[in-house]
């Protein structure tokens, strides 16, 4: 069964960066593409980045040019590096691999 646990959610302040993790278990994920999606509060959930099985990367429009989402197969964790937090970015940030969420971590930016 596939797991996935985040981490690395906190308070941080505008400009601020933040390192979030997922680790997956339960199967090899070097074959699959993994995500990050987030939901503000009031709002839907929406896509952040995805990185490809094939090293691709894709990034939504706010997230590009200021987070990175590097992986490691082998210890099967997918990371989201955020730098120059904005307040719009506050939101639970949750990983996505093939048809399944992790519990998410919550990333809050405020002075």
């Known amino acids: 069964q596939v797991q996935l646990v985040e981490s690395g959610g906190g308070l941080v302040q505008?400009?601020?960066?933040?390192?979030?993790?997922?680790a997956a278990s339960g199967r090899t994920?070097?074959?699959?593409?993994?995500?990050w999606y987030r939901?503000?509060?009031g709002k839907g959930r929406e896509f952040v980045a995805i990185s490809g099985y094939l090293?691709?990367?894709l990034y939504s429009d706010s997230a590009?040019?200021?987070?990175?989402?590097?992986?490691?197969?082998?210890?099967?964790?997918?990371y989201?590096?955020?730098?120059?937090?904005?307040p719009g970015a506050t939101a639970i940030y949750y990983c996505k691999v093939m048809l399944y969420?992790?519990?998410g971590t919550r990333v809050t930016i405020s002075s």
């Open 14 to 22: 505008p400009g601020g960066s933040l390192r979030l993790s997922c």
């Open 29 to 35: 994920f070097s074959d699959v593409n993994m995500g």
């Open 39 to 41: 939901q503000a509060p």
């Open 55 to 57: 090293g691709t990367t």
């Open 64 to 78: 590009k040019g200021r987070f990175t989402i590097p992986r490691d197969n082998a210890t099967n964790t997918l």
């Open 80 to 86: 989201l590096q955020m730098n120059n937090l904005k």
């Open 101 to 103: 969420w992790g519990q």
